[in-house]
């Protein structure tokens, strides 16, 4: 509910220099206060004498994370990734309601390892009364395991094609500039997606994703699998959320 009172205040806030800078700033000063705090924390130490650094917002769902982004940082760029069609016109939609089109694009494709199409299993709540009915946050490239038990709430009943890319390529052709943060949640897909980013992984500072200790998507890597590859690519474990079957990590180049 406080997110949809600040639309309005935020769109506002974008017409000016000033005024986006100064809605930035209270902005980030309240999400620092939240679960999220340890995250924005680290992005204002690591970029705030930067301009036009790069977001990508990969899983990006209806564009939450994006939008806290854009607010709390007005230097920075985000670039987003929705494969579920009607995620994604979700989450264009809010984009526009908050004025941020200039400072943000959004791409409709899965972030993968390969470029080409994939069965996308779509997740479910049907309990719910909005649009998680029919398509939910848990959606994934890799088909459902143990999830199926430890979210019973979240059913699995369809699946859709979906186009899928490498970020490295689209980087080399020049349809996006290369990440400097990666906000990551697409559901045991991790290091598909950071495959796909070839050499880029290089050049990114932070990564912000969810890991899981358990199978819960069939062949997903692992916590375990997931720091042993970041570790190998010059990144150190700055926060460990992880609690039970999952959770989320900050890690930061070393």
Request: glycine share 8%.
């Amino acid at each position: 509910m406080i997110s949809r009172l600040l639309m309005p205040v935020g769109r506002v806030a974008e017409r000016t220099a000033f005024s986006r800078n100064a809605f930035g700033w209270w902005y980030r000063s309240a999400r620092n206060r939240t679960d999220e705090g340890v995250v924005y924390r680290a992005l204002q130490r690591t970029f705030s004498s930067e301009r036009g650094w790069v977001v990508y917002d990969i899983g990006a769902n209806d564009a939450g994370s994006a939008i806290a982004y854009a607010r709390a940082f007005p230097a920075c760029r985000v670039e987003l990734f929705e494969a579920h069609p009607e995620v994604a016109r979700i989450a264009q939609g809010r984009l526009g309601e908050a004025g941020l089109e200039r400072r943000t694009r959004l791409h409709t494709y899965a972030a993968s390892d390969a470029d080409g199409t994939a069965t996308f299993h779509v997740s479910s709540e049907p309990n719910r009364s909005d649009w998680r009915n029919r398509v939910s946050d848990s959606s994934s490239l890799l088909a459902p395991a143990e999830h199926l038990n430890v979210f019973a709430s979240v059913a699995f009943e369809s699946a859709i094609e979906v186009p899928t890319r490498r970020l490295d390529g689209a980087i080399d052709a020049g349809e996006l500039p290369a990440p400097d943060f990666i906000h990551m949640d697409v559901q045991g897909a991790e290091l598909m997606v950071l495959n796909g980013l070839g050499v880029h992984v290089a050049g990114v500072k932070l990564i912000w994703l969810e890991v899981e200790r358990v199978e819960l998507f069939e062949g997903q890597p692992l916590a375990e699998e997931v720091a042993t590859y970041l570790a190998g690519r010059g990144f150190t474990l700055e926060y460990d959320g992880v609690a039970g079957h999952s959770g989320n990590q900050l890690w930061s180049r070393a």
